[in-house]
């Protein structure tokens, strides 16, 4: 275990700290297996369900430079993680594409041993310019948000920022780079876009790439959320199939998220992320690490736990691994499978804002 000598002084790990042994398991017998790696909380979007523009309007105090995590404070953060059994890391934000360099960070934790899978969540407005540059560092995918492919709906569910045509250029670009398969990520509100959602599907049919429908939740407290506006994941595959039959996907592997399916024709495959109406918490691996430093271990959650403190009075890998241990292993979290029994989001004015954790 790790110790801290006094608050003002560097902790140490003990000699028989662990170094990446078996990943650690919270009290339901999950393992930590993904860490989510927020690197800025800034977004060039203001979409109403995340960072809605009214309430973060042109001056409002977003993270300072000091506030924020170091490359290689990141990196080092990232190393402790793989040593407690995650395998798979993902950059967001905020747009993680706003945080200059990033293709430097990539490559930094490219190197570290035991991640297998290396990937980012972006907006696409900043995709084109980068996406070769972030496939030489060593990113594997990314996931692109694209809510809508019709004008009016895509802007009402970003706010009004970007462009429709430089997020699919941002797709083109990507999918050039080899950074595939690239997956689109649809958030439905009912009324908004529902309407555009098997249009969307029947466009990206065919060219590889793999849209994912995700039920709009009461993530935060700022987006005003409405269980009425949820549209479930099987209307949506019931409004696709009625025109292209699909089939199931067993699952890639244990913890994935998203319900799997293939068009029966081969044309390519869609999925499914359903946390209102079909609960996945029992199966849960991730991890979210914010920009400034707080570990979060669910995307509903209230509170953070501060490594960040721990990281700059001088924790070393292996007290940092202590201390990550330590958090998950206490962990309970299974908040959507809670909302869905109870059938109320009681305590919701307590949840810590999407934008802030990395989503």
Known sequence: MAHVRDKHTHYESDADSSAGGEPVQDR???PIRDLRISVTDKCNF?????MPADRYGEGYPFLTRQDLLSFEEIVQLARAFARSGVRKLRLTGGEPLLR????LLVEMLAGIDGIEDLALT???MLLKQHAVALRRAGLHRVTVSLDS???TAFAAMNGGR???GEVLDGIAAAAAAGLDPIKINVVVKRGV?????AGLAEHFRGTGHIVRFIEYMDVGTLNDWRRTEVVPSAEVLGRIAEKFPVEPVDRDYPGEVAERYRYVDGAGEIGFISSVTAPFCGGCTRARLSADGKLF??????EGHDLRAPLREGADDGALEAVIRAIWGRRTDRYSEMRKNAGTTRGANQKVEMYHMGG
């Open 46 to 50: 203001r979409c109403p369900y995340c």
């Open 162 to 164: 970007g462009s429709l």
């Open 100 to 103: 200059r360099d990033l293709s």
């Open 28 to 30: 339901l017998a999950r």
């Open 149 to 151: 492919l019709d004008d």
């Open 193 to 197: 876009n529902d309407h555009t959602a």
């Open 297 to 302: 271990l669910c995307l509903f959650a209230k």
């Open 122 to 124: 972006t907006n696409g």
